[in-house]
Structure formats: C-alpha cells, structure tokens
C-alpha cells in the first residue's frame, strides 16, 4: 500500500491507483478500465465493473444453471464435440455410440437420479447391472480395453466413442420412455433430464444402440448386484460382460465401476452413468487408452475416447469387448452366484444390457431424488444407496424393472430384487420411476432382463462395491499415465501447453513462461469471448505460487538490477519488462503486450534489435527471456520512501495453566534455543538480520527485555491489555548472537517461572496487538509466532465467547459459525497488513477455541496456522517443533503487494488466499512464504484473440528476510480459442478442483453449505454438460461423457464436497471445519490434490529407487494381508491389515504378532532391514515434501482408529452421509442428462 | 514582660505552643476588636526528650461527644474517684485501674508538669514502616547515576523491616517487583491512561476480581499486602533492589529534536496511590517522588512536550493562559486526598533547572505532610544531603517521622476552634467545638497529618464565643486540649496529649494586660499563615491589603497616638517588632510572586506553612550576621546599611544560606591574604561564617541553598534582594551616609513603610 501511495509514476503498485487512474486505463476501456478505473477519479467506472458482483459465484453459478448453456453450447459445441480432439469425427461414434449410450444412459439415469435418493437408486443399479459388466470390463475388458483403446489412443477417438457412447444414451431414452413419460421423450432429452432419469434414457434408448447399450447396462446391473453381493471381482467380469455387449458394453463396465459404491446404480445403467461421470464419456478416448489398459479404467477411458474411438470402439471395443465378453458370461454367472438372476442377466446384458440397463436407469432417476437427497447430502445415503441401487437398478432396468417381466429374461431377476429389495422404499419414492419402468419394460424386452440383474440391487450394495472401481476413470491410472510421459524436462517456452500433473516429478526448463511450480492455470486455451466462457462454465483461475521453492536443479529466479530509476515498466498499465514486450523503432521502444501501448527505452536500457526483431541482449536478460525473475526495487518502492529495515520476528508464548501442563511451554523454549540459529537468511554464509523478541501471557502480558548488556533478562508485564501498548523499545527486539547470553537464560526460566501458574485465561487480541505494536515501534515489517491454548475469555479487546452449537449445523446460520465472532480481529488485521505484521498462529487447544476468529489475522496476513488439538507433549512434540522449525525457517516476504496485470480482454477479478485487500486489484500480503498460494481468477471483460493469446503477470513486490526491497515477477501465457473443444483439451482438474474448493470454502461464510454443495455440482455438472454438449459428438445426451482432462472433475469433486468443511460428519468439530477451510484457502495445486484424494500406497514390497504404485482410495483396496500408507498433506497413516504376513510386521515393526503393534506409536522403530529402511525413508519424503510435518498414525485393522482412516478411503461413501464415487458419478450424469435436455 | 516572655519559652518548650494572646478576652466582641485572633502555634510532636511516654492509655470523658482526656487541670474527688470533665464538666468514675490513686499518688497526667503527656496504645497490629520509591527516568545521565547511589545508599538507612517498593516511569511506568530471582519483573503502565485504583489493583494482581466482589472490600486488601510482591522488606529485598537500581537505565524512547521527553509523572503517582491503597491503607507509608522535569503527557500533565511551548509562569496564570493547570492541578488534588484518606504522605525531590510543576503537585505533599525538596540537580549535595536528612534519628535512634497522625481540639466552653493551617487535611468532624467561622481548613475538630516531624507546626485559630453580657467569672480559665494519635517510626501507636489553660481577661479593664500578653513573634507567623493561606486561592494585592489592613487596625487598636499626630504614634515594647515583620511579609516570597516561578511559590510557600516559629520568623524576616574586626560576630539589621565593606555577612533566608564579603574582605581574600601566616587572624575570619553556616546546614531540612558570594557577585543579589531598601538610587545622596550599599530599587524601605503605618494609624478616616 505504502509503497504504492509513495511511489508516485515509477512505481507501479505505488502508483496504480494514480497510474491506472490516469489515461492509459482509461482509453483501454474494456474491462480493464473499468476495473482500474476505481483508483482514480474514475471511480465510477469501476464501481460498475464491480467485480464482485460479477464475481460472485453464486450469481456466476446461477447463471449457468439457468443458462441451460447446454443447448446454446450444444449447438457450438457440437462442433467442438470432436474437441478432445481428435477431431475424430463422431463418425464412428454410431456405432460405438450405441454401446457408450447405453453406458450413458447409466449415467444418465445416475444423474437423473441427482436427487439423492433416484442417484441412489440408479447407482446401485448401475452398480448392479454395471458391475456386472464393470466386473467384467475389468477383468478382461481391461486387456480388451487396453487393445482397443490401445490402437484406438487416439484421444479423438475415445472421444468419439464417449461421443457415441453418449449418443448412444439418445438411445437410451427408448428406455426413457420405458422408465417414464419422460424416457419416452427421447426426443424430449430435455424434458427427460428434467424428468431426469426418463429423458436420458429416452435418449440411450431410441438408437439402435441404445437397446444394446441398455441392455448392457441391464445384465450389467443384475450381473454386478448378484455379482456384487457375492464376489466383488466379478465386477471386472460383469464389465467384461457388458463390454461384450459392444463398445457400449465397455463403457457400461466401465459404469459399472461406479456403481459399486453406489449399488444399485445396476451396472449397466451405472456402468453408463459411471464412465462418464468419470472418464468414460468424454476422456473416453484418451482416458480409454490410458485408463483401460488399466483395469477398471480402461472402460471409463474408453468411453471419454468415445468420439474418435466410438469407430475405433465400435469395432475394436466390440470385439475386445466382446472378447472380453466372454468373461462377462462369466461374470454374470457370477452375479448369478450370488443373484439368482444372474446367469440370466450376463446373457441378457450383451443384448439386452442395452435396453435393460436402461430401464433400470430411468427408474433409478425417478427414485434417485428421493433418495439421491439423502445419499449426497447426507444419511440418506446409505439408504437411498441401497434403495437408490435398488431403484438406479430399477431405474435402469427398471424400464426394464417394468420390464421386470423381460426380467425373466436377464432383468427379470433383477425386477424382482428390486422390486422385493429396493421397491418398497425405492418403489415408494420413485414411484414415478416405477411407472416409466413399466414403460420401459414394454419398451426394452431385453431390459426385462437387465432389470432382473437389476433386482439384484438389493443385493446391489454389495454389489456395487464389487461393480465399481476399476471400471470409472481412476485417479491413480490417470496420474502413473502422467509420470510415465512425463519424463522430458518441461519447457515453458510453448504458450498454452499444460504442465505435468503437480504429481509428477519433472524438472521445469523456465523459457518464457513462469514455471508450473510458480503458476498453474485452469485452462491453458482459454476462451476468446465471455459467452464462451460462461456457456463452458470452466473456471478461469490461476492458482500463483509466488515464492514458491524451487526444487535444488533448477534455478532461483534471478536478481535484476535497473539501477536508480528501477525497473522499466510500461507507462500506461505499468506492467514490468518482459518477453512479451515487443520492442520496435529499432529497439527505441517498447510495446506492452498488455495493454498495447508504446513505451520510450530509457537510454541505459537501449539494446539494437537483431534481424528477428529480437533485443541483441535478450537472452543475457533474465527479464527478456524468463519468465520469472526478480527486479531490484528502488526506495519508491517502500513504504514511506525509506529503504525497510531487517524484520523481527517476536515469539508470543502462552503461559497459562494448559500451555504449561501440556508442555508446550517447555517445548518451545527449549526449540528456540536451538531454532533461533536457524532464521531466514538469504546467504547461508552470513548471521540472520532478522531480529527476535519473546512475549509471554496469560491474561497479561509479559515482555523481555534481553538486551545483550544486561546480566539477566527483565521481564515487564503489562496488565492494561485493554490499551495495548509496547513497554519497552530498546532491548526488546535484538540480534539473537549478540543476545545470545541472556536468551538463553531467558529461555531457561520461563518454564521455571510459570511452572506453577494457576491462571486459566487468556487473551488474544491483544497479544496480535503487542507484537504489532512492538514492530510499530521498532518501525520494521516482522512475523508473530503466537503459541495459544484457549479461547481468550479474559477481559480484553477481542474477548470471545463458546459458540460451538451443534445445532446449528446444517441450517442457515451455520455459515455464522465461520465468520468470526466479533469485529475486533478484521480490524486488527487490517493494522496488522498495513505495518507488515504478518502472524503465524500455533494452537494447542482442549477444546472449541473458536479458530475462525482466532483465525482472521492470520489469515488476512498470510500467516498460518497450525492446530494441535490435545496436544501432549509425547505424541505430538515431533509434529509441532517440525512445524516450528519449518515455519521459522523458511524463506518469507514482508509487507508484500501483489498485483496480477492482464492482456486486454480479461482481467483478475477474485483472489482467494491468505491475505488482506483494501481495493480490488491489490492483494497486500504482510508477509508471504514460500508454501503459500493465491488462487485468481480471472474473468473476461472484452475479448481475445487468437493470436495474441492472454498474459499474464504477477508482480509482487516486498521486503526479503534480509530486508531488502525486491519484485517477484511471474509471466504467464496461455492461448484462447474459439471453439470449446479447445478449451477441454487443456485443462487441469487438479487446479480446477483447488480453486472449486477455495470458492466454495469463501462461500460457506455467506451461505449454507448445501446452497454451495449444489453450486459446486451444479457447476461441475455445467461444465460437463457443456462438453457433451459441444465437444462431444451430437447423438446421444443420455450418455456420459466427460473431457479427458476433467474426467477426474467429478471424483474430485466429490471428494471436496464429502470434506469435513462442507459435509461435516458428527464428531468434526467446529474449529476442525474452521482451521480446514482457512488452511486450504491458501494450499497449492499438489497440497489441495493430496489433500482432497490421498495418496495410499500398498507397502508389501519397496523398491529402493521407486515407490510403490498407489491404489485408489477405497477399502476395496486394501487387502487384509497387506499393509499401507496413506497420506494426505496433513495426516500419514500406516494401515496394517489383520491378517497381515508375519515378515511384514517383523520388517516393520519387529514384532511378530498383529496384536503387540502399539497403536499409539508415531514413529516407526528404527530396525535395520531394508524394507524398514526404506519405508522409513519414503515416510521421510513425504513429510519434506510437504508444508506441514505429518505425525504418523498406526492403524490396526478393525480397531477404533479404523474409523478415522476410513474417513480418508475418499471413493468410499463416508460416515458423515459423503456419497461414494460411483454414487456421485451417477449423479453427477444425472444431474448432465437433466441440463442437456 | 520578661515574665511573659519565659512564660511564652516555658510553654512553647512544655507543650509546642505559641499563642498570639497569652490572655484571652473574654467575649466575642472584645476578641473581634483585637484584630489578631485567638490563636496558636502548635508543635505536635515537639521533641521532649525529657518526657518519656507512658505505657497505659488516656482516661477518657465518658460523654459521647466529649471523649477529652484526663488532663492536670480536671477536678478530681480522690475518695469517690470521681474526675469532672473541664470541658464538659461530667463527672466520670476513674477505671477501675486508678483505684488506688490518692492526693499523694497521682497519675502522671494529673500532675500539672505533664499538661502534655504522650501514651503508648498497645492495642491493634503494628504496621511496618512502608517507603516507596518513584523514580523518573527521563534524567541526564548523570543526574540518574547520583539519585540511583542516593537511593542505593538510602536503603541502609531503613529499619530492616521496613517495606521498600519501587515504580520508575518515563514515558512508561513500571512497577518493580522485588520478591523474584533471577528475571526482574515489572509491571509496566501506559503513561497516559488514567486507571482507577481498582484497576491498578487488578493489574498488578493484588486483587481477585471475582474474590473482591465476594468477600467484600476489607479482607482482600490485607490478603494482597501478605503477598504484595511489590513491596518487601529491606533486609530481604536488599542486594536485590541494589543491583535493580543499578541497573536503571535512562527512559529508552528516543526524545526528538525541540522535545522533552515523555514524562508519566501523573500515573506514574496513581499506581504508587493505587498500590498502596490495595495493600496498605491505613498504615504509615511514604511515597518518595524523584523527579527531573514536568509531568509531559498524560493525566497530571503540566506541560506538552513541545519544547517550543514553554512551561506556565505566574504571568500566564494570570492571564488564564496555562492550559494544563486547572486540570493537572485536580488531579494531583484528588489523587492527595486519596492518599491522606489512607495515612499515606507523599514526598516530592525535584531536581531540575527548570520547573517541574510543583504548582500542581504541592497539594500532594501539603495534604500529606510529605516534604517537597527543589533543587538544580540530583547531583548536588543540596539534594543528596536533604535526601539523607530525611532518614535522620532522634535521640531514640528511631526516625524523626510519624506518620498517619490525627490531631483533635478539644475547647471549653467559650471557645471554638475555626480552624488550622498547615500539612494536615479536614477530617470533617464536627463537634460543639467547631466554629462556623472558618479560618484556614475549618469546619472540623479533626484534622490528619498523614506525616509528621518534630518540626511540623501548625496554625490553630479560635475564636472566642462567649457573649459579652456573659462574661467569664473572674479566674476563669479558658482549655484547648490537642489530642495527637500517631503511629511512631518504631511503628507504635501513640498518643499525646497536650492541655493548654489561659486566663480570661475582660478586654475594657484589662487591656494592658492583654496587650502585654501578645505574642508579637507567634502573631506575625499566624498572620503569615493566613496571608498565605489567602494567597493560594487569591490575587497577591487582595493579600496584601488585608494584610495592612489587620496591620493598621491592630495599631490603631494598640498604639498610643494623637490623632492626625503620625509623629506620636508609639507601640508597646509587646507590638514593636510586629510592623517590621509584616513588612518583610509583604516582600517575601510568600506573598510577592515577582522574580519567583509559580513553583518555587509554592516550594517557598509549601515551607512556610509548616515550620515551627523560629523557622518561620527566619523565613518572615532573614537572620543577618556580620563578621568584622571590628568585634565578635553580632546580628544586624536586615537593611542595607549593614552591608558593609569591611564586614562578611551571614544571611540566613532557611533557603539560602548566603556568606557575602564585603568589598574589602572580598579584595583581601582574592589577594590571598588569608594564605600568609601573618594574617592568621584573617583567615579565621574568613572561617569564622563558614563554621557558623556549617552549623545551620547541620540542622536545617530541607538543606539551605548554600551561597558564597562576595560584593559585586551575581549572586549577592540573594542578599540584595532581602534587606530593607534603607538606600536607593533613589535617596542615596540624601541620606549620605557613607555606609552601607544602595539597592537598585523602587522598593520601599521600612522607614518608608512605617512612616504611612503612621499615617494611617492615627488618621481617623482609615
């Protein structure tokens, strides 16, 4: 701020206001003007660009419900449809359609039944019919799969496929129609959608395929819940089965997959929600090839390929499937095994699936809402899963349900499961569904049989676990794919072209574009015009890593130095020198690449230009040619135009009855002893300038004086915490070497000193406000380390009250719970930002202490905070002091601006971090560290080009730990283009998913958590409808089918709407939902990925030079023999299995017996075998990859502990009502079928 | 006269009192018309080594509002062991432990020698004696180094078990606790928030908020003082307190350019009130405020820190232009009252070149019997030999304080007291002895004097309200009993009691005796006190005028003249003193603000109203000595005349002791005479003075400003400015006379003065 108001033109932050004000914005117009226009007089201008209002989410996300872009999209995208790529043509889709159809049909059936409990039902349906087929999708389909995808990889032509496939759900509707009213509306696809469940089916079910894919689904279903409850396998099978049934058989395995969780999602109609929910639809031809060469993937990937594919699949699928049919035989028989049904529904499925399947589905849509509700949101789940199965299955084949007759074919079981299983609940529910079923019955014959598979749903909950898996885009498949073609360095010269997956190793060659590590975009081809941008509903956002740790081989950004006048900047929009300016006259100007306009070269920056039109120099000058660098910023750039001096940091320790009991007093004093050796420097060779004081208080405040002449400290305590003041100047804040003496004795008897303290209360206003005015005194930027127990009842400013109220949970004033109780702290951080006082909060607490306002000044400073709840100084003293250590040390900015400047066209509009911002274009950080992450998004305000592409680039201006004054510059671009296709070809999930949470997590504070669960999905299921809409071939609607790139969007999703911030289970405290929501707020693309999809890793054999493949988050996966890790950023479990191998155990714990583990331990004991070894280094690794230390957990199969690392099996449904994957994926198909139509 | 004049010695030597009449007249009418009023010196503790207290307690008059003490002048029937109340006239059995006294075995205090009589009270807890340091820290440095040794050197001067506490302030205030090892702790205040004493008390932990609300106000204070970390014994606290006060450093908040440093004088004050009252209150305690310049911010602030923005002078006062004035000077008088409620006195050392706003700050001490001491600097032997007197001992070896002091009149019948002047506060108890008429702090019979010394007097006013058709029966005898409860420096409580008789004398027959009963030294010094004690609430010349007027009045009333006739205007040997005194009271310092600073007024005038009578009369009317050749050294008139070059002059002001040399002597003593053997007798008298100025200084609190100077010397304006103006410029040749040294004046000189007392004394229209 200072510095912006003090630099006048030179400098841009200084100046933005006046700057922005001046002419340069103001002819720009377009967005920009707008948005600068508020610093100067144009204020009007901006008030009306109000971003926020734009921004808001919820009117963004309104508007794409409403929009129903869908159609709009539909009719653009088709063309894009190949988008994916491949431009395959749909071409092939006709074929492959039919099959994905019925897949999608699943799916369809599975979003229709978005409402909870029609999802349900659907699921387990899907499950049960997809399982089957997933079952045997995965099993052979996967080597099917793989062959055909193989050839196929063509992503265009998975693509295609998933195109098809979804066409193929057109013909679903003839299902429709069976379901209900609505099915028959195949036409109607839309009227289905609403109908949900109906008109998708309507769709899958009038082609040709449709019957097929419904049959499928149909025989997948029955297969996979007969299947499903008895051998979970089978699933595979039961996907083989429904593979055979042709390409659209493959993806109904693939559905399948899903299902499992879900249940009755029958297989079949799941099989079909699921892929593409997942990968299947659109991802289908890349993710086919990818994900099906895995298992279960492979049928998901291979429905995404769809569009290239569908030929490709049709044929190749068909066959592979058919191949892999063979096995669905089996499988069915399998389900059989376990459902009478069975044998019926394998046969049944190739055929019939198609139509089966279907009429399940649209049942299950029907019945979903009524028990969808339930699943998503909540308890109902369970129910409504098994019902849902049930009624998915139903719905599915309930078409075929009606068919339930047919079910004497292969669904004829299932209808009878389902009718004695899931009917009476489902049936009540989804009565609707039933009707249609009836319908679909006559409609689909063959679905009589699937709808018999179907029946199995009641079995189907089993069953759907089985169905699963393998056959839904997988999260691990996906990302082995991106290690295994990641092995060239990346290099950012190309514009546009999207990094590796932040899980992957690579090494990142910086050539014009800030490196991945420093930004990540949602969409690296963003979408020339606004329309575009709200028909997709893809969220433009960048998440920026400013100060971002680089790894050892690659190189810091550089220094520059443009001497006393400081950096050259162009003179309208103030950007910095960068490559994208554009010198012309010979080298005597400059154009910016922002904003166009035409720069003078200072004389001592004048370079001649080369035949290229290039500067001679350009590749001597880091700001010329990188992309990310740093300039020397002169004494404009400060506050008060006066060069900073070096920042303190002050240790403020609580010393009340529970800080001293836990010990926590004495950890830390004893820590910093050694810690304070350690503080930032930039130089390793020379002593830190960075400056210590230490606080301690209860409800008052005591503060040292360790002044390096005094014999003894001198401790003043200040009682009047109600008119904080700073006792002492001199001698508070001193060089830790020179004082080093009397630290330490400081250090020493301040355990001795409140070792028999009986005060219980705290303050904590003005604790912040000590610190804050001990570096207003020493007149520095600085860090608080604040180490606190309890909520701060003592009579002080900021006073708090408990508030915790259960009760309040799920209602409208939950989101009260997240803003922060009392004023005070807002205030407090806005004086904290302005005098550079960033606050790092550490708290120990044994009970509520109310984080969300404890929280606020940590937050508006960039500061963090950490939360050790009942701490003991046993267990948790490694994870606090690792926590210690790395927060001290590590690098950090001060009193930082940071200013995202944009290309014409678009321009920032919403940033979502940790930090404090006064106007609209200034993100004012006090201090930055290198793990903290801003995520930005950006909105059009005119349109792009083409050729030009966006830019982007992020300054950030502040104060080093050395104290020197410096600018961070990251310069980003990205292409734009005008056919949506492009637009799904380059996106990240991964950074999608980080800024959906950030957005939703900022949203709970203004409304209800299920208003914004809806939002989240609503959009999701925007931005996919869109894609099938327009990307995907135009045949079917009731087909899922999902980007390649986004085909993990909806397992993502789902993981960030099952998280404890939003869909909070019973024992999730309010302070956990708080501290989770602010901590994520500021986490990168690699921390929020681990964080929403752990990585859970199988520990029978270590490789030394490798580690193990993971598996997929889910309790299937786990295998009673084994034993596993798993880790989430924030927590690292050791699952050991109850019948895990003796030498396992020896290896690892060297005991010989399951029982004697400790559950208790935190560390693993040091043995020295080299499974041992090993796994103790990975564990290593894992927490120095990570921001926060994770302390280890031993869980024993079957012990209370289970229960804590279920919570983390994040495709699993979860205690708190969190729907399973195959669940959502339903759903989420659903929730497309019904914006499609 | 003589008579009257060993009666005066014997009593002022016997009881510490000096009455202006020595006969009393014996109606209102008749006292009015005496112009001075029935009044008295009186000396509480006076030293009476030769008067060792008694071990029991008084006997008291059993009636209600009566409660006077069995004194020598009580009627007593032995065989009924009845006693009669000589002010109340009940008659009261004796205790039943004065059940065997007998015309031949009489207690103590009925025999006419003790008409004072101290009683040691066994009963109640005796308290330790309590002294609080508050320190400024905004000081030069070498300024805080000798006031840092001072106070280092002060605590070996303490009774083992007396309490030490220590607060320093500068921009801060920090409260010292002394009970810790290792860390020094303080508590540290803001400099400008005013905090009530229970927020103090909060603060610093001495209270429970939630324990104070349950148990009721009184227990807690005495929990607190238990564990009070602030204040602690010496002999544990000793090397402790020494190494904290050597390690003082000066304020560290830096002081721009044309800034004086941030000063919380008036917190700083609150927390060592607020302190004491948690802990302590009502026990003898002694805040000693060290200060080195004026309270800069906060409340009690006297002057801002603006350096541009000089402080208030007497000038601004009067122009109403001193902003902080009337605000700081509140405060300080509230913040005195609380502390005189609680028995604690608080003592004031400024040491600065400027002022420091003893102005607003001298109630603290006037209300609390605390002493306040101005000086140039703490590194001066003026403050470090003064801060050393304050610790000084009797003959008992026991510290020449009392503290929380509570002094009661008591009269008979025909009289009423209206009232006191000196380092006491109202206690507001009425009785049938208080007058309405109120002269000085009136309106009670009881006054508190939260500190007392030997010297401490003050100024008792009565007033006569027999009527004049009934008058006293011949021989009648009017009483006053003081009756003075205490707490002595060896932390016993005490009681002493003095009863004082006069005769009644009816003012148409007797009035040559009266008038040869008058004491014109206690007169002037009463008078004195009443101008004072006008002067602090009005403007200088309205003083001045009531003061001649009283003048003229009691000439016209005394003096023996022929009207219109100044030349025959005489005055009785009795009164003859009496005008010279009133005119050097009009030049004095206490009544003329000219040359004076608002602060050292009220240093001057804070003096003043406690010293004893011959102090006093110092102070009224300089003592000059002279030194010659020409004979022993002899006192001379205080008057130009006496200044003389072959002569050294000793002047005593009590608050500068200055040594002039002629200009004779002073050319001697340059030339280095008093070097050579020869002139031995030169240099003794040159000693001579020294020795004698030695000897002052020896006794005098606080120590006089120590001044040597000769004819010519800058500094001989002390001595210029003191003696009566006999030769100007303006009658030099006049007179011309070829002794003595002109003045540079438009003063008048006492002959001048005396010439228009003439004049208007016997002009029948004054």
Known sequence: ?????????????????????????????????????????????????????????????????????????????????????????????????????????????????????????????????????????????????????????????????????????????????????????????????????????????????????????????????????????????????????????????????????????????????????????????????????????????????????????????????????PPRGPPPSSQPGSFPPPGPPPGPPPTSLSSGPYPGQMPPQQHPPPSQPSPYHSGPPPPGVQMPPTSMAQSNHLPPGPPGPPGPMQQPPPQPGMPGGFPPQQNGAFGQVRGPQPGYAGPYPGQPNYGAPAPAPAPAAPAQKRLDPDAIPSPIQVIEDDRAKSTEPFTTGVRGQAPPLVTTNFQVKDQGNASPRFIRCTAYNIPCTADMAKQSQVPLAAVIKPLATLPPDEIPPYLVDHGESGPIRCNRCKAYMCPYMQFIEGGRRFQCGFCSCVTEVPPHYFQHLDHTGKRMDCYDRPELSLGSYEFLATVDYCKNNKLPQPPAFI??????????????????????????????????????????????????????????????????????????????????????????????????????????????????????????????????????????????????????????????????????????????????????????????????????????????????????????TYFQAQSDRERFLNDLRRDVQKLVGFDAVMRVRTSTGVRATDFFGSFFMSNTTDVELAGLDCDKAITVELKHDDKLSEETGALMQCAVLYTSCSGQRRLRIHNMAVNCCSQLADLYRNCETDTIINFFSKYAFRGILNSPTKAVRDTLINQCAQILACYRKNCASPSSAGQLILPECMKLLPVYLNCVLKGDVLLPGADVSLDDR????????????????????????????????????????????????????????????????????QELLLNIFGTPSFSQIDPSMTSLPVLDNPFSQRLREIIDSFRAERSRYMKLMVVKQEDKTELIFRHFLVEDKSASGGASYVDFLCHMHKEIRQLLS | MSTYQEFIQQNEDRDGVRFSWNLWPSSRLEATRLVVPVSCLFTPLKERPDLPPVQYEPVLCSRANCKAVLNPLCQVDFRAKIWACNFCFQRNPFPPSYAGISEVNQPAELMPQFSTIEYIVQRGPSAPLIFLYVVDTCLEEEDLQALKE????????????????????????????????????????????????????????????????????????QEAAAS????????????????????????????????????????????????????????????????????????????????????????????????????????????????????????????????????????????????????????????????????SKDYNGDFRMAFGGVMEVKTSRELKVCGAIGPCVSLNSKGPCVSENEMGVGGTSQWKMCNLNPSSTLGMFFEVVNQHNAPVPQGGRGVIQFITQYQHSNTQRRIRVSTIARNWADAQSQIQHIESSFDQEAAAVLMARLGVFRAESEEGPDVLRWLDRQLIRLCQKFGQFNKEDPTSFRLSESLSLYPQFMFHLRRSPFLQVFNNSPDESSYYRHHFVRQDLTQSLIMIQPILYSYSFHGPPEPVLLDSSSILPDRILLM????????????????????????MAEYENFKQLLQAPLDDAQEI???????????????????????????????????????GQETGAPILTDDVSLQVFMDHLKKLAVSSSA
């Not at chain 1, 004893?670 to 304070?676: A, H, I």
């Not at chain 1, 350690?678 to 209860?698: A, I, K, Q």
């Not at chain 1, 606050?839 to 984080?851: H, Q």
């Open chain 1, 1 to 325: 701020m200072n510095v912006n108001q003090h630099t006048p033109m030179a400098s841009p932050y200084g100046q933005p206001q006046p700057g922005y004000g001046q002419p340069g914005y103001a002819p720009l117009d377009g967005g920009y003007p707008a948005p600068y226009a508020p610093y100067n007089g144009p204020t009007s201008a901006y008030q009306p660009g109000a971003p926020p209002q734009g921004y808001s989410p919820f009117t963004s996300f309104p508007s794409k419900a409403v929009a129903a872009n869908p159609v709009s999209d539909l009719s653009s995208p088709l063309d894009l449809g190949p988008v994916r790529g491949p431009p395959v043509s749909g071409a092939p889709p006709v074929s492959a359609p039919q099959p994905y159809n019925q897949y999608s049909h699943s799916q369809g059936e599975m979003q229709n039944g978005p409402p909870p409990m029609t999802q349900a039902p659907p699921r387990p349906a899907v499950s049960q019919s997809y399982n089957p087929a997933g079952m045997n999708m995965t099993g052979p389909p996967h080597p099917s799969y793989p062959q055909h995808y193989g050839p196929p990889p063509t992503m265009q032509q998975v693509t295609n496929q998933m195109t098809g496939m979804q066409i193929n759900s057109g013909p679903p509707t003839p299902a429709g129609p069976g379901y209900a009213p609505p099915n028959s509306s195949q036409p109607p696809v839309s009227t289905a959608y609403t109908a949900a469940p109906p008109t998708s089916y309507a769709q899958g079910p009038p082609p040709a395929s449709s019957a097929p894919t419904q049959p499928p689904p149909p025989s997948g279903p029955a297969a996979p819940q007969q299947y499903y409850g008895g051998p979970s396998p089978p699933s595979q099978q039961p996907f083989n089965s429904s593979l055979p049934p042709t390409s659209q058989q493959q993806f109904t395995s693939s559905a399948p997959a899903p299902p499992p969780s879900q249940q009755t999602f029958p297989p079949s109609s799941y099989s079909g929600p699921m892929p593409p929910a997942s990968q299947a639809p659109a991802p289908p031809v890349s993710q086919p090839q990818q994900s099906f060469p895995p298992p279960a993937q492979p049928p998901f990937s291979a429905p995404p390929p769809p569009a290239s594919q569908p030929p490709a699949f049709a044929p190749g699928p068909p066959l592979q499937n058919q191949g892999s049919f």
């Open chain 2, 150 to 221: 001072s106070l280092q050197m002060s605590l070996s001067l303490l009774p083992p078990n007396a309490l030490v506490g220590l607060i320093t302030f500068g921009r801060m205030v920090q409260v010292h606790e002394l009970s810790c090892e290792g860390i020094a702790k303080s508590y540290v205040f803001r400099g400008t928030k005013d905090l009530t004493s229970k927020q103090i008390q909060e603060m610093l932990g001495l209270t429970k908020p939630g324990a104070a609300a349950q148990q009721g106000r009184q227990p807690v204070p």
């Open chain 2, 652 to 675: 005593d002001t009590f608050f500068q002791l200055v040594i002039f040399h002629g200009e004779t002597i002073a050319q001697w003593r340059k030339a280095g005479y008093q070097e």
């Open chain 2, 228 to 391: 009070c970390k602030f204040l602690q014994p010496v002999h544990r606290v000793d090397m402790n307190l020494t190494d904290l006060l050597g390690e003082l450093q000066r304020d560290p908040w830096p002081v721009t350019q044309g800034k004086r440093p941030l000063r919380s004088t008036g917190v700083a004050l609150s927390v060592a009130v607020g302190l004491l009252e948690g802990t302590y209150p009502n026990t003898g305690a002694r805040v000693m405020l060290f200060i080195g310049g004026p309270p800069t911010q906060g409340p009690g602030m006297v002057v801002g820190d603006e350096l541009k923005t000089p402080i208030r002078s007497w000038h601004d006062i009067q122009k109403d232009n001193a902003r902080h004035l009337k605000k700081a000077t509140k405060y300080y008088e509230a913040m005195a009252n609380r502390s005189a409620v609680n028995g604690h006195c608080i003592d004031i050392y400024a040491c600065a070149l400027d002022q420091t706003g003893l102005l607003e700050m001298k109630c603290l001490s006037n209300l609390t019997g605390g002493h306040i001491v101005m000086g140039d600097s703490f590194n001066t032997s003026l403050f470090k030999q003064t801060f050393q007197r304050v610790f």
């Open chain 2, 697 to 735: 200084l020896q006794t005098r609190f606080p120590m006089p400003r120590y001044i040597d100077t000769e004819h010519g010397g800058s500094q001989a304006r002390f001595l210029l400015s003191k003696v009566n103006p006999s030769q100007t410029h303006n009658n030099l040749y006049t007179w």
């Open chain 1, 651 to 868: 240790f403020l320790i609580d010393v009340s009855y529970n800080a001293v009991k836990s010990g926590m007093v004495n950890i830390v004093c004893e820590e910093l002893k050694t810690l304070l050796d350690y503080l930032p420097r930039e130089n390793p060779e020379m002593d830190s300038v960075v400056r210590v004081g230490f606080v301690t208080y209860n409800k008052v405040m005591h503060f040292y004086n360790v002044k390096s002449s005094l014999a003894q400290p001198q401790m003043l305590v200040v009682s009047d915490v109600s008119d904080m003041f700073v006792p002492l100047l001199d001698g508070f804040l001193v060089n830790v070497n020179e004082s080093r003496q009397v630290i330490e004795s400081l250090l020493d008897q301040i355990p001795e000193m409140f070792a028999d303290t009986r005060e219980t209360e705290t303050v904590f206003g003005p604790v912040i406000q000590a610190g804050l005015e001990a570096l207003k005194a020493a007149d520095c930027a600085g860090k608080l380390f604040v180490f606190h127990t309890s909520l701060p009842i003592a009579e002080a400013p900021g006073k708090l009250k408990n508030r915790e109220d259960k009760k309040l949970i799920g209602t409208d004033k939950e989101k009260s719970l997240f803003q922060p109780q009392v004023g005070f702290y807002n205030t407090l951080a806005k004086e904290c930002v302005a005098q550079g006082c960033c606050v790092d909060l550490f708290l120990f607490p044994n009970g509520y202490v109310d984080v969300a306002t404890l929280g606020v000044v940590p937050v508006s400073t960039g500061g963090s905070v950490y939360k050790y």
């Open chain 1, 1074 to 1141: 708080a501290y989770l929501r602010q901590l994520i707020s500021c986490m990168d693309v690699s921390e929020s990925h681990v964080f929403f999809y752990p990585r859970l890793l199988p520990l029978t054999k270590l490789e030394s030079d490798s580690l193990p493949v993971a598996v997929r988050d889910s309790e299937e996966r786990l295998s009673k023999g084994g034993v596993y890790l798993l880790e989430t950023g924030l927590h690292l479990f050791l699952w050991v299995g109850a019948s895990v191998q």
